[in-house]
């Protein structure tokens, strides 16, 4: 057992707390990593909200990048000293899903990232002599994680790591929403509501795809300029007269494509107003569980418009997350950027104030 801190929540609606917990060394095909950074997510908030119900205590965190420190029994693809983006989509490569092109989609890993647990049904971590649950089969808000071998994507060594750990979920599910769930062509027109930390990839996914007129929508006037470095054409301060704003800079139709990017089923719903007929709607903010969203079958069969869910980006992570950090060094994907502020663990529930206030494109967990 190695002796880590780690940023534990106890129970729904209670702030983060900074425990040393035991984690077990990396079992057969597992892998042992130390963390250097990890990106501040909203997608955890909605586990310490109780939005996303799961097992507790547990340790969220899905968006990190480290170095391996330890190899379990049959792992071949990743050696000590490897530098590692993590993967919350872990996939087989051998299910129906990944034998379909659409390994984010893995029906052998999905079941037990979402307990928090390994393959075996059990979480490698424990406090107290109680185990302690791993969000999305990671928990990276700790020094040290243990989690499958296909979670790892090795990147090159001289990628900083706090840049790196964002392309393990905001980069990928941002960008890849726009290449490749919604596949924007050149010359169409994308609205994206929301301008956080995935928004902004959402808009510069759009932008390489092409798109020529991309709106971005958000509440927070501080967001507007932001939206605009990373590819934005015109920006909108949300309010009463959003979609009327939008269809004047779209020919009076609506956009070819929409992104809700918040999870809000009031923006989805709106979302659905500002497309085009024969238009797009891809819902790419997770909503809080046990919401619904209002989508009227009679106005979606008699206009065309399609409606439909991204996953992770629909990335195959071992082949984009090299990929998109390429284009970073190409100068071609704005990731630098996105790191607004960085905090020590002691400072995560800092971190998450300043995430909730919308004055930070995103943050980053970082460990010494």
């Known amino acids: 057992m190695r002796t880590i801190k780690t940023a534990l929540i106890t129970a729904p609606n209670t702030p983060f707390k900074i425990v040393e917990a035991q984690l077990m060394p990396p079992q057969t095909g597992e892998v042992q990593v130390k963390i250097a950074a990890s990106g501040v997510c909203h997608s955890d908030w909605h586990v310490m909200t109780g ?30 000293g490897d530098h590692v983006t993590l993967s919350w989509t872990p996939d087989c490569g051998t299910c129906f899903y990944c034998q379909n092109g659409q390994p984010n989609l893995c029906e052998t890993y999905t079941e037990p990232i979402w307990r928090g ?36 994507v090795i990147i090159k060594e001289d ?20 290449l490749y769930t919604s596949q924007v062509e050149p010359g169409q027109s994308v609205v994206v509501y929301g301008a956080g930390g995935v928004g902004l990839n959402v808009i510069q996914g759009a932008a390489l795809a092409g798109a020529t007129t991309i709106i971005a929508v958000d509440t927070n006037p501080s967001k507007m300029s932001i939206a605009r470095t990373f590819g934005a054409t015109h920006t909108l301060l949300a309010d009463e007269h959003t979609v009327e704003a939008i269809r004047d800079l779209t020919g009076g139709r609506g956009a070819d494509h929409v992104f809700e990017s918040v999870g809000l089923p009031r923006l989805q719903e709106e979302g659905l107003e500002a497309t085009r007929p024969g238009g797009t709607l891809t819902l ?6 046990g919401t619904a969203t209002n989508l009227p079958g009679a106005v979606l069969t008699r206009t065309e418009k399609t409606v439909r869910g991204s996953y ?15 284009m970073y060094k190409a100068g071609r994907l704005k990731l630098d950027e996105l790191i607004t502020k960085t ?5 995560i529930n800092e971190a998450y104030a300043d995430m909730l206030s919308g004055e930070i494109a995103r943050g980053v967990i970082v460990f010494d």
């Open 51 to 80: 939005d996303t119900q799961h097992p507790m205590p547990c340790v969220v965190g899905h968006e990190g990048a480290g170095v391996v420190v330890a190899v379990g029994q049959g792992v071949t693809s990743i050696r000590e």
């Open 117 to 152: 647990v390994m393959l075996d049904g059990t979480p490698r971590l424990y406090w107290q002599g109680e185990p302690v649950y791993h969000y999305c089969g990671l928990g990276t808000f700790s020094e040290y994680v243990t989690v499958p071998e296909q979670s790892c």
């Open 343 to 347: 905090y020590p663990l002691e400072q």
């Open 159 to 178: 990628i900083p790591l706090g840049v790196a750990a964002l392309v393990g979920c905001a980069v990928a599910t941002g960008v890849g929403a726009a």
């Open 312 to 326: 992770y980006g629909s990335v195959s992570p071992k082949r984009d997350f090299p990929r998109f950090l390429d």
């Open 284 to 289: 790419v903010g997770l909503s809080p569980m």
